[in-house]
C-alpha cells in the first residue's frame, strides 16, 4: 500500500485541522492503519489507529481531542484534529500497521515526506 498524507499547516492554539491520507492498492480496506508523530529532535510516536474494522485506539495526549477515521470506498484515512495544542506540533506520517500485545506497530521503518502540523499562539 502506497500512502500519502496531506491537510497539514499552521494553526492557532484551539483550532482544528483535519489529516487525510490516500491510499493505493487493493488492501486497504483489510488493513489496520495508524497516524505517528515526529516532533523536533524526537522519536516517532503512535497518535491514533484504527483497525481494519473500525475500531479507534488513541494516545492519551490526543484522546478526545482527536478522531480518528476511514473511508474504504475512498482508500482514505482521516485524522480531525481539534483543540490544537503547541506540543502537538509535528510531522504527521500515515502508517499500515500489526496490532500486537495491546499495541500499534508499523510494518516499516520508512516514514515517507508526512505532513507538517504547526500550532502557535
Known amino acids: 500500500v502506497q500512502l500519502q498524507a496531506s491537510g497539514g499547516g499552521s494553526v492557532q492554539i484551539g483550532g482544528s485541522l483535519r489529516l487525510s491520507c490516500a491510499a493505493s492498492?487493493?488492501?486497504?480496506?483489510?488493513?489496520?492503519m495508524a497516524w505517528f508523530r515526529q516532533a523536533p529532535g524526537k522519536e516517532h510516536d503512535f497518535v491514533a489507529g484504527?483497525?481494519?474494522?473500525?475500531?479507534?485506539m488513541y494516545a492519551p495526549s490526543v484522546r478526545g481531542r482527536f478522531t480518528i477515521s476511514r473511508d474504504n470506498s475512498k482508500n482514505t484515512l482521516y485524522l480531525q484534529m481539534n483543540a490544537l495544542e503547541p506540543e502537538d506540533t509535528a510531522v504527521y506520517y500515515c502508517?499500515?500497521?500489526?496490532?500486537?500485545?495491546?499495541?500499534?506497530?508499523?510494518?516499516?521503518?520508512?516514514w515517507g515526506q508526512g505532513t507538517q502540523v504547526t500550532v502557535s499562539s
Open positions: 502508517k499500515t500497521v500489526r496490532f500486537w500485545s495491546g499495541k500499534y506497530y508499523p510494518w516499516t521503518e520508512d
Open positions: 492498492g487493493s488492501t486497504f480496506s483489510a488493513s489496520h
Open positions: 484504527i483497525s481494519s474494522g473500525g475500531t479507534p
